[in-house]
């Protein structure tokens, strides 16, 4: 009996120090009135590290509580703390360009935007966890983190995925979630990934009956640099459409009329397709011309929302009368920067 009391006695006194501990911490915390008061200042100095910071502390304090008995405001608040503690880091990136630490932050983000959703994907709507996986990927995009992007879209499209036909977000948004899915497999030169997210995005178009500007221009897009690629790589795979789509243009024969086809397969209408043929057959036939091309761009610019653009390098002696034109849309930018050695046509 005294041998039980003793041992009581000992756990008694080894919890002590811990519970001291805890209730310290306990009220040293601020509260979320204190902390939204003092994110008022900060927003003032555009203290965006402590703004982070900060936002992170308020996602703890919803934390503390019971997630499982609060209701779903609460649920929506956890959310929006941690997003917005990624967005400020987000901004500390786009404002200092040279940063020490710029790969931490870089982690930190992905792992906000990743408890975000985490959130979302337990508490909230699926339409929910979309928009902000959308947010989440280009904004990784935007520091040159497609890896981290292309996790966050994906995430996006698999709730898609989960969603009624009956509640699905209109085309523009299903569009834009594919879109930053098909720019990350460009800077990665994933050619044939991107080439089944065309057919994806024009199954999605063909399905829709009304359809706004940019959805339209987006798979304009999509479809003038899936013609590219078939046409400049070989080891491409390529479904039936692509192939038909190829032919359609008859670059065999130039003078021969364009193939319709019923239902159509390009989402361009037939002057537009005039266009981007001649604009083809001035890149790749015998009678080429940089000169013909570059003055073709402002009717490209009319096809789609993102102009094409041209540029030589001939000052390379490897190179010597050798045209390298890489051609790209001011979206595909990145893609570009980093494989205009393997995507381009040089011509002898």
């Not at 050798?322 to 050695?341: G, K």
Request: glycine share 2%; aromatic share 10%; with cysteine.
């Amino acid at each position: 009996m005294a041998e039980s009391k003793a041992r009581n006695m000992l756990q008694k006194l080894s919890l002590t120090p811990k519970r001291n501990m805890e209730q310290e911490a306990a009220k040293s915390l601020e509260t979320e009135e204190q902390l939204l008061q003092k994110l008022k200042v900060l927003q003032e100095e555009k203290d965006y590290l402590n703004m982070s910071l900060t936002y992170e502390k308020l996602a703890d304090v919803i934390e503390n509580r019971n997630m499982d008995k609060v209701g779903r405001p609460e649920h929506g608040k956890l959310m929006f703390y941690y997003q917005a503690g990624a967005q400020n880091l987000v901004k500390i990136i786009k404002r200092d360009t040279v940063l020490p630490f710029e790969q931490y932050f870089a982690g930190d983000i992905v792992h906000l935007y990743d408890k975000a959703l985490n959130v979302g994907v337990r508490y909230m709507d699926p339409s929910v966890v979309h928009t902000l996986s959308r947010e989440a990927g280009f904004a990784l995009l935007s520091i040159d983190k497609p890896l981290e992007a292309r996790d966050m879209f994906l995430r996006g499209e698999q709730r898609l995925e989960a969603l009624p036909v009956k509640v699905l977000p209109d085309l523009m948004e299903r569009l834009l979630i594919l879109f930053g899915i098909m720019e990350t497999f460009l800077i990665e030169e994933r050619w044939n990934d991107y080439l089944i997210y065309t057919d994806k995005i024009w199954m999605m178009g063909m399905k829709e009956a009304k359809k706004s500007g940019l959805s339209v221009n987006i798979t304009k897009e999509s479809e003038q640099l899936a013609v590219l690629l078939l046409l400049y790589q070989k080891d491409v795979e390529c479904s039936e459409r692509h192939k038909q789509l190829l032919a359609s243009y008859r670059l065999d024969d130039w003078k021969a009329p364009i193939v319709k086809h019923n239902p159509p397969l390009s989402t361009l209408s037939p002057s537009e397709q005039k266009v981007f043929r001649r604009f083809l057959f001035y890149v790749v036939s015998n009678k080429r011309s940089y000169e013909k091309c570059a003055a073709m761009i402002p009717e490209i610019s009319d096809i789609v929302a993102r102009p094409f653009r041209i540029e030589v390098h001939n000052n390379n002696d490897h190179l010597k009368n050798l045209e390298i034109l890489p051609i790209y849309s001011r979206t595909c930018i990145n893609f570009f920067h980093h494989a205009a050695r393997n995507y381009c046509m040089i011509f002898q």
